[in-house]
């Protein structure tokens, strides 16, 4: 089912700027340039940034992430602790610095997070009197939230993450003060909350470790439950927390046909490279791969380069199922890891590897369908 998108919303997507040139020459807008990352990936997927306001108020590092993105998401200036620190006191200031940067760029905003066990306010699960509240008054105060949040990005953001990291690894349910209190269908009920505000918007699932297979099955049993008689899950994102070994290609390849297989939409959310994890090793030492231009190119940048294009060749192998990547930070010096885990580096230099990702999306078939619920994808 294609979901209807608001006009409101359009402009989000597209930007006012660019909306009033395409209007005032009468032409749709012409292809971006096929040698920034957002350009090469028309045709393929959104390509997206975390940009966090540290990050967002540095001009170089915003000028980047307009250059190269077409989606971003919110760090954590949209996490409750951030909007609602306290009780119906709300502080949408961060996010809608982030929203007034994508419009003015013609880029997409995902909302990241609505419900987690963490980063959110101890007053949310506790009492005046300081004890656990009741079932009756967590669910009100989860749908005082979730329909503040909603309501105030309604055509603004097209696309939440509604409930964060809810498994654990042995694809159980984690024990949170969400499932103590509410039990395991409060992740359905905080979906059902959030599709009763806006029909309209995509809402996913998302997580880590998704590679792991106990936890993907635990994960994909509870969505396929969930939307057995209604659809109220509409896609799961796949936090890219990997490294420069794991997961290898075919685990990459079966985690995305089985998640994909659920009928949700796929995005991956938090993609980064743990190099802190060593470099892909032969047994003889890191693979050299040789060639005119590889002089100049350290180990790392050259692990990073290759296995970058590894991964975003999978991508676009599936791009008829994922709507969306996006890596998590602008550059290594914003990233939440230590290391060289990002595409560029902490002075804001492009690495190797966005030349290499670039090459991969420009020489890739472009997608077949238009499944996906986000017409936010500028195709």
Known sequence: MKRKHSFAAILSAIGMAA????????????????????????????????????????????????????????????????????????????????????????????????????????????????????????????????????????????????VNEAFNDDGTLRR?????????????????????????????????????????????????????????????????????????AELAERTIKECAATGCRLVVSELDLNTNRGFRNSGRGLERVEGANDANISDMNRALRDRYAEIFKIFCKYQDSIDAVTVWGIADNYSWIRGEPLLFDSKLQAKPAVDAVIKVLNEAPKKKSDKGFDFFGLF
């Open 176 to 248: 949170s003060q969400w499932s103590n209190i509410l039990g395991p269908d409060f992740i359905k009920t905080a979906f059902e909350m959030a599709r009763e505000v806006d029909p309209d918007i995509t809402l996913i699932y998302n997580d880590y470790s998704m590679p792991n297979d106990s936890k993907r099955a635990g994960i994909i049993k509870y969505i396929n439950e969930a939307n057995k008689d209604k659809k109220v899950i509409d896609g799961i994102g796949l936090q890219g927390h990997w490294d420069l070994n794991y997961p290898n």
């Open 19 to 162: 909306l009033a040139v395409a209007c005032s020459s009468g032409n749709t807008a012409a292809p971006e340039s096929t040698d920034t990352l957002r350009g090469a990936s028309q045709g393929h997927f959104q390509i997206g940034v975390a940009l966090p306001t540290r990050a967002l108020n540095n001009k170089e590092a915003s000028a980047i992430a307009a250059k190269h993105f077409n989606r971003v998401v919110a760090e954590n200036e949209m996490k409750w602790d951030t909007i609602e620190p306290q009780e119906g006191k709300f502080n949408f200031a961060p996010g809608d610095q982030l929203v007034a940067f994508a419009q003015k760029n013609g880029m997409a905003v995902h909302g990241h997070c609505l419900v987690w066990h963490s980063q959110t306010p101890a007053w949310v699960f506790r009492g005046e009197d300081g004890k656990q509240v009741t079932k009756e008054v967590l669910l009100k105060r989860l749908k005082n939230h979730i329909t503040a949040v909603l309501t105030h990005y309604k055509g603004k953001v097209a696309t939440w993450d509604v």
